[in-house]
């Protein structure tokens, strides 16, 4: 049974930074993208960024170009997602995602929440004043 679980979140003051880990296990991440959704109460999930587990050729929506970068240890089995320079507006549950490639068209639907397979809990990261 494949699963993946986040860790890491937590409070910071805005302009901090936080690192969340994701690890995935019961299955071979090879030919998968991984990577990151968040949400807030009220609003649908929104993509922030994946990572081809192959290629190693990262994906992100626009608030997150600059700030957020995502990373892979494919021998563990984790992706990381470094979030830098954090504002109140990124206050959310994050969600770690996997999917195999061919369910986002190997990368041309990274965004559509729809497409991934496995999701996990969620961790709570909030951005304070």
């Known amino acids: 049974q494949v699963q993946v679980e986040e860790s890491g979140g937590g409070s910071v003051q805005a302009g901090g930074s936080l690192r969340l880990s994701c690890v995935a296990s019961?299955?071979?991440?090879?030919?998968?993208?991984m990577g990151w959704f968040r949400q807030v109460p009220g609003k649908g999930r929104e993509g922030v960024g994946v990572i081809s587990t192959d290629t190693g050729h990262t994906y992100y929506e626009d608030f997150a170009k600059g700030r957020f970068s995502i990373s892979q240890d494919l021998p563990r089995g984790t992706v990381y997602l470094q979030m830098n320079n954090l504002k109140l507006e990124d206050t959310a549950m994050y969600y770690c995602v996997l999917t195999p490639a061919w369910a986002v068209t190997y990368g041309g639907e990274w965004y559509l929440s729809d497409k991934y397979h496995y999701w996990g809990k969620g961790t709570q990261v909030t951005v304070s004043s």
């Open positions: 019961g299955s071979p991440l090879s030919g998968h993208y």
